[in-house]
């Protein structure tokens, strides 16, 4: 089945917000399942991303996400375990996608998973230079992109 280029777009956007924010594009693709349930779906492994349960989880992780950004000495997004996280997190917002949309997963698995790989490092890489240049206080730096994730992911679905 050929999937369309909003489909696509949709899961490299849903990637590149898994590479800010790990929790937060299996969140809003949650959301936005709860609203509008698919069948092809349901009908899959993948069902439980539209279960109000896994809505309550991931919101709860995403928030326990942003406030484990602002402690000062946390691990770095672009050490082996959080790149790890994120990829799986973009793979998985992309598989949900396009089996919800009835296209076949391993596209929207690639796709998000790439797209999360990519923005890990160019946002840790961006913050960095952000935090150089601004003289800005890491916390700040972070609520800012905190909040540009949520309000990121709310865009790519919404289009």
Known sequence: MKTSKKIIAKAIGLGAIAGMRATVAP???SYFLNKHP????????LGFLQSPITGVITKVLTAGEFLGD???NGPNRIVFPQVA????SGALAGAGLFRSNR???AK???LGGASALAVTFGSYYLRKYVDKKLHAKDGV????EDLLSLVGGWIVMRK
Request: aromatic letters at 4%.
């Open 85 to 88: 996280a994120r990829v799986a």
């Open 108 to 110: 929207g698995l690639v």
């Open 27 to 29: 969140t809003v693709l």
């Open 103 to 105: 296209a076949g997963i």
């Open 38 to 45: 698919s069948k092809a779906l349901a009908k899959s492994g």
């Open 70 to 72: 602002q402690i000062p």
């Open 141 to 144: 730096v972070g609520g800012f």
